[in-house]
């Protein structure tokens, strides 16, 4: 199994540019979930899915979309990037049971000038 | 939503003492509880966690506690050693759903 598996690794985009983080699974989990993580900040939660087709609001959610066509894939779309998105980015996925962890991607370092 | 406070920022300790951790969350239908260590540059990993029904857990030189009336729950780690040195972040979760971190701490053993 490859896990959570994030591209790309590294982007650099200017201020108004768009652009999907991608994001894919293979363990068959239900919950998938995209955080940034800040200095200082943690990691925050920008938006989450429980299935395919179903997709909520996290903590941060504004300039970010998401959609869950399958149960693998859960995409992040910056719309119009700006430079407070610049940020490392996680994609994490579960199985919903109640003892079951994250499992995280290993990111992407999305600078935005 | 959940709120997670986690303390304290940054953790010195001489190799070989002990660190303690502490987090506090503010819903109480969170029922689990992870802890996560982040190596520079790498991905959070799962190194201990603790479910609401259990009021303690112990792998090897890891430790997780959680008080339920108090809303509060610690790692600690004894015998700390250099690859100990990291950022350990706390979460809540309501039946493994929107995980919530705590701010991290950055933990220094220093040799």
């Known amino acids: 199994n490859a896990g959570v598996t994030q591209t790309p690794k590294f982007q650099v985009l200017k201020t108004g540019q768009s652009m999907t983080l991608q994001c894919a699974q293979d363990m068959n989990h239900e919950y998938m979930s995209w955080y940034r993580q800040d200095p200082g900040m943690g990691l925050r939660l920008i938006h989450y899915s429980v299935g395919a087709g179903i997709t909520d609001q996290g903590e941060v959610p504004n300039g970010y979309n998401v959609s869950r066509s399958t149960t693998e894939d859960f995409p992040l779309r910056l719309l119009s990037a700006a430079p407070s998105q610049t940020s490392v980015y996680f994609c994490?996925?579960?199985?919903?049971?109640?003892?079951?962890?994250?499992?995280f991607g290993n990111g992407t370092r999305l600078t935005v000038t | 939503g959940e709120n997670v406070e986690q303390h304290p920022s940054t953790l010195s300790v001489q190799e070989g003492d002990s660190a303690v951790i502490k987090c506090t969350y503010s819903d109480s239908a969170s029922n689990y509880f992870p802890w996560y260590k982040q190596e520079l540059g790498k991905r959070p990993q799962l190194i201990i966690d603790?479910?609401?029904?259990?009021g303690e857990k112990k792998d090897q030189r890891i430790a997780v506690t959680l008080n339920k009336t108090a809303k509060h729950f610690s790692l600690h780690i004894t015998e700390t050693q250099p690859e100990d040195s990291a950022v350990y972040f706390c979460a809540a979760s309501i039946s493994g759903n929107q995980f919530y971190f705590g701010t991290g701490t950055s933990l220094t053993v220093i040799p």
């Open positions: 994490a996925s579960s199985d919903r049971a109640w003892n079951s962890p994250l499992h």
């Open positions: 603790i479910r609401s029904n259990v």
